[in-house]
């Protein structure tokens, strides 16, 4: 028996998100957004008015509201606070600008990192962040680490922003991007780093498509 274990990791913008989705939806397993659990959290931090610094205060959060995590429409990674869906919410550049402060706290990472885990064993997975290949699922069937030039990750996002209704310059966009970057992986905590026995997809120039098909290649599903 055995569930097939996929960690996808990367810095922003490199489109671990549509790709592990896309990847997930071919092989019919659930794709698992990590980084949708801890803008969730963030979202809850806005909502409630707690600052990101207070690990006490996020801690406190996280017991009083229940954050739950669901297969959503299309196979996407559905999150809801209480009872109500809030996955159209965690892309605002409130909840952006907060979750990678926020993320470096260790006691919100151990309460995410179990209940990914949790959901890795219960069914196939294929699960994108920064720390899955690492830290979530080290034993991992299949480990990769999707990158792309910093002025592409912009782009894309830039991109994907416009098409959800949010505005903002794209230089902005760019150093937002580049900061949390760097915030990601010089923390102590499970920093963004390429897992020692993780395949490096560079995907500058590279459809989601193509990507993808690179990705079943290597798992002989192509
Ligand atoms: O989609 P994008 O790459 O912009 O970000 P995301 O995957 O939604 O993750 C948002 C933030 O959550 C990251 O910048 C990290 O600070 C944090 N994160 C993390 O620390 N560990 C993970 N496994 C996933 C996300």
Redesign the pocket.
Known sequence: MGYLRIAI??????G??TVAKEVARRLGILYV???????GV?WLSVEYRVQVADEEGLLQLLSAHKLTFARGQSGSFEVSADGVVITHL??SVEV?ER??????HPRV?EI??ER?RQLSHCESVVM?????GT??MPDADYKFFLTADLAERARR?HAELEAKGFRGSLAQLRET?AA??R??SN?SV?P?VKARDAIEIDSTGKTVAEVCDEILRVLGRD
Not at 33 to 39: E, F, K, L, Q
Not at 99 to 104: G, I, K, Q, Y
Request: charged residues 35%; without cysteine; hydrophobic residues 35%.
């Open positions: 990791d990367g810095p922003a913008g490199a671990k998100s957004d990590t980084g949708a659990m801890y803008r963030a965690l892309r952006s979750v990678s402060e926020l993320s470096a990472r995410l990192t990914q994108d962040g920064r720390d899955i830290v979530v996002r991007i949390r970057d915030r990601d923390r499970a963004l």
